[in-house]
């Protein structure tokens, strides 16, 4: 694309060569001028050539449609299987996994509750109706209750019996959710329950003990960035008003302050201090040019008055979890884990490996060190690595193959590892990544 005009230059003056695809050939600007000649006057070996050329390349572009469709295909059904793959949460004994169990797009909804020691199942739930299996499950567990998030309702059961307790629906608008940025999120702080991008990308605001809904904010995107200490931090979103990070009072939902940038795609709190990871900044001039979408701001705000710390950019291809770990928060760029310091927001390290777009990490801070979960190659198997947040040093990695991991948390339990991915949970020792079991 970068090389269009001079392209359009040489063929308004040559025949047309044959495309080359590597864009690191340089095109030369001082051909000489030859008149156009057209198809008719062409020898019986030119038109041969030109329409073996043309078979050709028809032939390409059909293997390359194929094998997408083929490719798409299979990646749908890949995700089919279960829904948003198997949200999974943990509090005490139990382990509860929320999927849509399936292979068409409506099927039911299931939520497992297993025992964290063994796996064994402890009870089961249906939602008992066809629900929509490209929507995201929200799910958390609190107090033994455990509430899920899901078609357009928020449902709070026992957690040692699966006992329904309250339903509420959020609203009518369908979910709205692009993957990777901005995603839904159910979050349980204090005596409330923030349930953002269920119903349009609104942000509701419940009861824990009655469900009853107390407030809402109205967002295009799902808006819940984190909760933490009874204050909800959300995203303005630049369709409603200028794009911001928002504090808002838990209890009734009114405005503590309010932060400019570019639209946030996630955020952690510690010390006070809440870290944000910003989209990089559209320049709606610069269609057909290089939009630099991997400059991704991040940066650092006081969570009492919202004044800004420090502001950095971090290379990612996409939104990342943040996790904070002796002094360093570190994030998935889309290739690489990568620590920036807390103080100032400077790089001190990033992992080694393959780059590409891939995505799909999960990260976790236990005890000092940061788990990372993610697709090393679109095609390849997902990783599991325990890293040095000093340095960025490997400790330990596990090979999960084909584990269908996707935006969620890993779950420390005592000396274990949760990690929510397709297939339900797969549960690994913390000190040496061995598989414990699977469920």
Known sequence: YQQEEALVEQENRTEHPVMLLQSDIPISRHTQKRPISSTRNQSPQRHWLNAFQNAAAVLIVAILVTGALLLFTSRHKYTVGSSSAGV??????????????????LSPGTITAMNAQTGAPLWHYSFGEKVDLNAKVGLAIQDHIVYIAYNKQVKALQGDSGKVLWTTTLGTA????????????LIVDQQRIYASGYSGGNLYTLDRKTGKILWHYDASVPALLTAYNGVVYVLANGDISPNAVKALNGTDGTIRWTYTTTLPLSAVVTNNILYVQA??????????KDLHKEQKPLFALDITTGKRLWSVIATANGASQLVIAQGVLVLFDGNHFCGYSVANGSRIWCTTGPTGDVNGEALVSVNGVVYGAYHPSLM?????EALNPKDGSIIWSKDLGKARIEETSIIPFGNDLILPCGEGALVFDHTNGRLLWQS
């Open 88 to 105: 999974t949460k943990q509090q005490g004994d139990i382990i509860v996994t929320a999927s849509v169990i399936g292979d068409n797009q």
């Open 174 to 185: 369908n979910p709205f959710a692009i993957g990777g940025d901005n995603l839904p999120q």
């Open 279 to 288: 989209m990089h900044n559209i320049d709606l001039h610069a269609i057909g």
């Open 380 to 384: 390849g198997d997902d990783l599991l």
